[in-house]
């Protein structure tokens, strides 16, 4: 089959969520399809990058650089028509022309779209071929979730924006033959009555890669990783850092906190210290896991499922999260991880495999063996060749 890819970024390096996932999803579908990718980039493509991705695209790869007065000028018109900015950010009627060319040229069987922002290229009329839109987590929902916590001027912004998104994914959900999700939790926040004909198609977790290193010293009691640039990673960070390890250190005085990750926000940055070290980029992020005791994701917004949890589980890393990221994830608390809510309970969790080494050991390899078993990218792509056969 001739299936044609639309992505909002490069899928290369993996260090976004939805990057991880497009990228092993192309590994993946590679050897059955002949893949033409269309993408876009807000940045240069470095020769590593296509390096990676290239030989997975047969039918050719297609990158529309954006640049930042056209997504300045579209956030706009997106602002004035009741578009999302979120839609606005990577519409650009340049890149529209480009891949109504490549759709021309390729004559796909089928597209797969990644992500509700980049349904706009293919609204209607566009829409005569079968597609599918992978929502993979619904961006309404945390941006709501997002305008109750953030500063009070930014609480209107922020809500009209989660209303607008809730808008559009259900407008955009009659453009698709197919659908699909990462999680039940996130199916069900979808508005669109039928909701539930959206398939969920997890991520995985490449247990080749991510190894336990049970030698490695241990340099950090408590870690935190991710995209330090993205909103619920930022929140998660601060939490940890100002209300949770000062209760952890309450038992343990001398216990170390590494954030690690790309593009640290500001205020990321300003939780530095001597008992907190921001890393930035870490250039292998397995450095980072193995350096640690107990892995801390403590999100209280966003949506989807947190690849940095599988990522450090199959690390054999004893883990430490809130329900928000457990129900997507559906681990068993004290069997295969650890989860709690609010400072003091996570902290208590986090000061309880700190303290026993022996139970800490024992949740982390059932950890291990729990993402091995439910994780895997093989499976959960096959469940995409059926929607796209």
């Given at each position: 089959?001739?299936?044609?890819?639309?992505?909002?970024?490069?899928?290369?390096?993996?260090?976004?969520?939805?990057?991880?996932?497009?990228?092993?999803?192309?590994r993946?579908?590679?050897?059955?399809?002949?893949?033409?990718?269309?993408?876009?980039?807000?940045?240069?493509?470095?020769?590593?990058?296509?390096?990676?991705v290239?030989?997975?695209?047969?039918?050719?790869?297609?990158?529309h650089?954006l640049?930042?007065?056209?997504?300045?000028?579209?956030?706009?018109?997106?602002?004035?028509?009741g578009?999302?900015?979120?839609?606005?950010?990577?519409?650009?009627?340049?890149?529209?022309?480009?891949?109504?060319?490549?759709?021309?040229?390729?004559?796909?069987?089928?597209?797969?779209?990644?992500?509700?922002?980049?349904?706009?290229?293919?609204?209607?009329?566009?829409?005569?071929?079968?597609?599918?839109?992978?929502?993979?987590?619904?961006?309404?929902?945390?941006?709501?979730?997002?305008?109750t916590?953030?500063?009070?001027?930014?609480?209107?912004?922020?809500?009209?924006?989660?209303?607008?998104?809730q808008?559009?994914?259900?407008?955009?959900?009659?453009?698709?033959?197919?659908?699909?999700?990462?999680?039940?939790?996130?199916?069900?926040?979808?508005?669109?009555?039928?909701?539930?004909?959206?398939?969920?198609?997890?991520?995985?977790?490449?247990?080749?890669?991510?190894?336990?290193?049970?030698?490695?010293?241990?340099?950090?009691?408590?870690?935190f990783?991710?995209?330090?640039?993205?909103?619920?990673?930022?929140?998660?960070?601060?939490f940890?850092?100002?209300?949770?390890?000062?209760?952890?250190?309450?038992?343990?005085?001398?216990?170390?906190?590494?954030?690690?990750?790309?593009?640290?926000?500001p205020?990321?940055?300003?939780?530095?210290?001597?008992?907190?070290?921001?890393?930035?980029?870490?250039?292998?992020?397995?450095?980072?896991?193995?350096?640690?005791?107990?892995?801390?994701?403590?999100?209280?917004?966003?949506?989807?499922?947190?690849?940095?949890?599988?990522e450090?589980?199959?690390?054999?890393?004893?883990?430490?999260?809130?329900?928000?990221?457990?129900?997507?994830?559906?681990?068993?608390?004290?069997?295969?991880?650890?989860?709690?809510?609010?400072?003091?309970?996570?902290?208590?969790?986090?000061?309880?495999?700190?303290?026993?080494?022996?139970?800490?050991?024992?949740?982390a390899?059932?950890?291990?063996?729990?993402?091995?078993?439910?994780?895997?990218?093989?499976?959960?792509?096959?469940?995409?060749?059926?929607?796209?056969?």
């Amino acid at each position: 089959m001739k299936l044609l890819v639309l992505l909002s970024r490069f899928p290369y390096p993996l260090d976004k969520g939805d990057k991880l996932r497009a990228y092993h999803q192309l590994r993946c579908l590679a050897s059955r399809h002949e893949i033409a990718l269309f993408t876009l980039s807000d940045e240069d493509v470095s020769a590593e990058a296509n390096a990676a991705v290239r030989p997975l695209c047969r039918g050719g790869v297609v990158v529309h650089r954006l640049h930042r007065p056209g997504i300045a000028l579209s956030m706009a018109k997106a602002l004035a028509t009741g578009r999302p900015l979120q839609v606005g950010y990577f519409y650009d009627a340049a890149a529209h022309r480009q891949l109504e060319g490549l759709i021309a040229a390729f004559k796909p069987d089928h597209i797969y779209c990644q992500l509700i922002r980049m349904a706009e290229y293919l609204r209607p009329p566009a829409g005569r071929l079968p597609m599918t839109l992978d929502y993979m987590d619904v961006l309404s929902a945390g941006m709501a979730r997002r305008a109750t916590q953030a500063p009070r001027w930014q609480r209107p912004v922020l809500a009209l924006e989660a209303q607008r998104l809730q808008k559009y994914e259900a407008e955009a959900f009659g453009w698709f033959q197919h659908h699909t999700i990462i999680s039940d939790q996130d199916r069900q926040l979808i508005q669109h009555p039928r909701r539930n004909e959206v398939s969920i198609v997890l991520n995985g977790i490449d247990t080749d890669f991510f190894q336990p290193r049970p030698l490695a010293p241990k340099q950090y009691d408590v870690l935190f990783c991710g995209n330090m640039g993205y909103h619920p990673n930022v929140d998660a960070a601060c939490f940890l850092a100002e209300e949770i390890m000062p209760l952890v250190r309450a038992r343990h005085p001398a216990a170390r906190l590494l954030i690690a990750g790309t593009t640290p926000a500001p205020r990321v940055q300003a939780l530095a210290s001597a008992q907190v070290e921001v890393s930035g980029w870490v250039p292998d992020i397995r450095a980072a896991y193995a350096a640690a005791r107990v892995f801390v994701a403590p999100m209280r917004v966003g949506t989807g499922l947190q690849n940095k949890l599988l990522e450090a589980m199959a690390m054999q890393l004893p883990c430490v999260t809130t329900p928000l990221a457990n129900n997507a994830l559906g681990g068993s608390s004290g069997q295969q991880l650890c989860v709690a809510e609010g400072g003091e309970d996570l902290a208590d969790a986090i000061s309880t495999l700190l303290d026993d080494a022996a139970g800490a050991a024992q949740i982390a390899a059932r950890g291990l063996a729990f993402v091995k078993n439910s994780y895997n990218w093989a499976a959960a792509t096959s469940r995409l060749n059926a929607l796209f056969e």
